[in-house]
């Protein structure tokens, strides 16, 4: 079930259904209105006519890997703080600890935090020729407003949009009111100057929450009054009183979040939850790489069950640390081959062919460089100098700022059709498709809440937001 699919459908096509294309003035219009699209504009990206159509078996897949997904990090979680107290391999934390600031890790290890789970997961999966390969997962993701409002939207086209139209709203409020176990539903959505690109969708979703019994803001760090009872912010009746804070920042980007000092106190002595936890060790892209390391195996075996293990090692590709501290004469890097050869140092790494080198290089977390597609280098689609300067910068910042070398899986080719935004005229376009789930956690459980699929064109090794993609909603066939 999870290494392959049924691939009735003509190869490198989307299976249509008997609908109509979704009419193109009704979707802007409706997106401007949302505020998730400018108006005059011909930067923006591209509509698609319909919704993306996933197999019966990909839909399978989806509803199993939120559970899986929750599992996992409820194991990593276990695993660093076991590591911290010598558990288990005190190397484990030390890993997940590089770069970051001793106060955030003291704070982040307090005993009141030790369950805390992200709220909401969403992993990012490549659609492949053999099926699917896990290449990122975020507990801080963009992109749920969108999927919102796009599931909406197509849905009064007559879609059948899959897991639910508003499925993202209500599994958020869901989230939220399990979070706060009774207490008042009132939250706060807070969006940092480096997020402000994702503050019109944010705000969108606030808007939804509060019609979900949510009392929901969408602010700025700074329009938060501290006081020593709890969090305020104001509302058209005033200030209200805060009992969740969902963080829209990144941990790295603390030093420059306005009030950040008074919401950790405020966290800390109890006056708000937050959401997804000050947790920096669940925000580094090496848990894929630990995933697979050998001595964790039994690990592994003890923590997950054999259904999780398995799909996890299905669909997550092979990952290392970029390590450059040198290992003794009897010792390789597992599981890495050079010329069918187990290799010990990354020396192979820098002067490897173009052939040699389908590998990914990815910045592993707390810093600039590693959300979005920023700090992604593809081995095979950069020249010999710049791979070169790439592995080198990475080995050099190893102490501050990891990264992790990643097995590059290539994305199936489909086609799909899209409005033309000067024109309104129907276009093709093949491309390559990623898929990005969102799971709401709720009562101890991940629930499906909406699926966005992000098409760019072929020619695009790394698969992103840009102005050439394709963004819309699943359907299942």
Known sequence: ?????????????????????????????????????????????RLSCRPFVLSPDQAKLFEALGRHLLIFYQALNKLYLDSVKGREPRWVHQYLDLGKPPELLDFAR?????????????????????????????????????????????????????????????????MVKSVLQGQPPSMAIVVSDEAESYRSEMQWM?????????????????????TEEGLLVRGDQGEVPISLIYRFYELFDLKNIPKAELLWYSAKKGKVLMTPPYKPWMEEKLALALFHHPLLEAYWERTLTPAVQECLRTIIPKTWILDPRPLPPSAVLPGLFHNNRAVSDWTWL????????????????????????????IGHDMSQTLWQETVSRALKAFETSPSILQVFHKGQVVMVEYYDQATGAVQRMEGRVRLSPYYCVAARQAELAGVLATICPKDKKIIHGMRDAVMVPCAVA
């Open 350 to 377: 820098e002067t490897a062919s173009q052939k040699e080198r389908q590998y990914v290089v990815k910045v592993s977390g707390f810093s600039e460089q590693a959300w979005g597609s920023r700090g992604v280098s």
């Open 110 to 174: 307090m005993n009141r935090f030790k369950d805390h789970i992200p709220g909401v997961i969403r992993p990012d999966l490549i659609l492949t020729e053999s099926g699917i390969a896990l290449t990122e997962l975020d507990s801080v993701p963009g992109g749920m407003g969108l999927t919102g409002s796009l599931s909406r939207l197509y849905a009064k086209e007559g879609y059948d949009i899959w897991p639910a139209s508003d499925g993202l709203v209500k599994s958020l409020a869901r």
């Open 1 to 45: 079930m999870f290494a392959h699919f049924d691939h009735t459908q003509d190869r490198g096509t989307i299976p249509q259904t008997v609908n109509a294309p979704a009419s193109y003035p009704a979707l802007k219009h409706s997106l401007i209105q949302d505020g998730l699209w400018e108006s005059g504009t011909q930067d923006s990206w």
């Open 206 to 226: 606030a808007e939804q929450l509060c019609g979900e019994g949510v009392e929901a803001f969408c602010v700025h760090p700074k329009d938060i009054r501290f």
